[in-house]
């Protein structure tokens, strides 16, 4: 019972307390809030069985593919023909648009990205950038499949009028889509990076009489480098990971080709064009499905694990 | 001496050009802000102009048809509407929970550190791959079908990061006294979140729900992934019957198409017919999403003028 009151208490008699018995520690109030942290507790611990989840499912479906094909074709073949006769499993060809067309992403995504990240957070006044940074936030919330439109119905005629002999579905228009796309991601990546570099470094460029310029690129860059690198890789992850844009422009021709200019089918565009057929389940061409997003996955996983490494690094150094 | 110092005509000169060069990237500043914008611009017009002549009223009343002309969206707006319903009743409870365990009861140690890092890992996973996650699990491991609930679990498998990360800032931002306030007059823990930490902290977790779920919505990948069909001519039953209990739960596991898979088998046909389709059916996700994200904004903007501690 009430230990604490019961020890000084004469002949075990009950002193009179100020302490009244609805303060005392209650048997089912108790139970009520360990019941709740345990809820909370599974609500949180979702996201390890989503992750368990999806390393099971594409490790199960992926164990049964590669009984069949073997991993040294996978990775080696120079073809990727998985619903014909004559099935071959060269992942490479995919890959091969995969990269293209995050390069070209790239080209665009690093030089916007970085421009605006260094102007928003070195030269613009803080009520332009209170402004342009929701705007940039809204480039990214459009639908993918929109952007998958754009490419194919806009951006590829205005290409098609430079360069007469681009074929309709090409990685270029794609890639250049794709990139417009993540560029709110790494700029707002590399800008946070920039905001972290301390004022005083800022402040000591300045009165040697640097100018704004000078000190963005010579004192604040190579500061924020590993922050700013950060959002690059992030962004390579996100154009590896990204489906309908290529589904729609690009073409789910699979194509070994390092070419943007030609069509090629992306690791994520052929699972979606696996996946609008009606392969039968339990079929080597529906197992190629879970290969290739595990291939994806991994590819993704080392990016991002690249990319949260460095942005750790920049945080302890100030 | 003098031939290593420069003169101060040269330093003027020197000067000037770094000026110069300051006020050029500020230019190029403003020039790569507005190719992000100009693309928004052009995109959202382009498809305005190129669908305006099927934004009708018929277009939301009909259902898909090998006539382009006839074609219309109401298939897929409903499915839309009820694949978010689902995607909300299960991201934005467990997402909320999760949020409050990691930034209230959680005690610091490798399991906490687990959950953690499985968040961020899962906010950074290709929406494409939870699509799979999907096709393996709820098709096929647990024979949901390729119906309404196994698309709205996914999505709320997708964006329950986004929510976590709201939770846990709107929840950070609320001072220590609030709590040792509650704790004093003898609240309990849960009674302290119940009363005060969720209250406070709506603003904030609204903004994240409404950002995620605009995600949701435009997501594609996935539910193609599990095996949508891209023609619907019928509603799934609807939620409301006339005989008693009155509520049927048969739509869950309904075939079902949505407003991206629709614009998607539209974008795909080589007849340009259906590319006025698909370009109507783009500028409703847009402008969807646009409001949306907008609110979200103003919500911010709100929260942020009104609340000082």
Known sequence: ?318 | MSAIAPSRTEVRRLIVRARRLDVLFVALGIVALGIGFATFVALFLDMLIDGWSRLRPEFFTQFPSRRAGQAGILSAWVGTLLVMIVTACVAVPLGVAAGIYLEEYAPKNWVTDLIEINITNLAGVPSIVYGLLALGLFVYAFGLGQSVQTAGLTLALLILPVVIVATREAIRSIPGMIREGAYAVGATRWQTVKDHIIPYSTPGILTGVIIGMSRAIGETAPIITIGALTFIAFLPPPPVTGDFPFLSFEWLSAPFTVMPIQMFNWTSRPDPAFHANAAAAGTILVFMTLAMNALAIWLRFRLRKNIKW
């Open chain 1, 1 to 318: 019972m009430d230990s604490a009151s019961a020890i000084d208490a004469p002949r075990g008699a009950r002193l009179p307390t100020v302490v009244s018995d609805r303060l005392a520690k209650k048997y089912s109030r108790n139970l009520k809030e360990r019941a709740i942290e345990a809820l909370l507790f599974l609500a949180a611990f979702v996201s390890v069985f989503t992750t368990a989840g999806i390393v099971y499912i594409l490790v199960k479906e992926s164990v049964v593919f590669f009984s069949q094909v073997p991993i040294l074709d996978f990775l080696t073949d120079r073809q990727w023909t998985p619903l014909f006769d004559d099935a071959h499993y060269g992942i490479r060809v995919l890959l091969s648009g995969t990269i293209t067309s995050s390069v070209v992403a790239l080209l665009v995504a690093i030089p916007l990205g970085t421009t605006i990240a260094v102007y928003l957070s070195e030269f613009a006044s803080p009520r332009a950038r209170e402004v342009a940074k929701p705007v940039l936030e809204l480039l990214s919330g459009v639908p993918t499949i929109v952007y998958g439109y754009f490419a194919l119905l806009f951006v590829t005629p205005l290409l098609q009028a430079l360069i007469p002999s681009l074929p309709g579905f090409n990685l270029l228009s794609a890639g250049i889509v794709m990139g417009i796309m993540i560029v709110p991601y790494v700029a707002s990546i590399s800008e946070d990076a920039m905001r972290a570099v301390p004022m005083s470094l800022r402040e000591g460029s300045f009165a040697m009489g640097a100018t704004r310029l000078q000190t963005a690129m010579k004192v604040v860059v190579p500061a924020a480098t590993s922050g700013i690198a950060a959002a690059y890789i992030l962004g390579i992850s996100r154009a590896v990971g990204e489906t309908m844009i290529l589904a729609v422009a690009a073409g789910m021709q699979p194509n070994l080709t390092f070419n943007p200019l030609e069509p090629a089918a992306t690791i994520t565009a052929y699972i979606v064009q696996v996946a609008l057929g009606d392969l039968p389940h339990g079929s080597v061409g529906y197992q190629t499905i879970f290969a290739a997003g595990l291939s994806l996955l991994l590819l993704t996983l080392m990016f991002n694990l690249i990319g949260f490494w460095m942005r750790r690094r920049y945080r302890e150094v100030y």
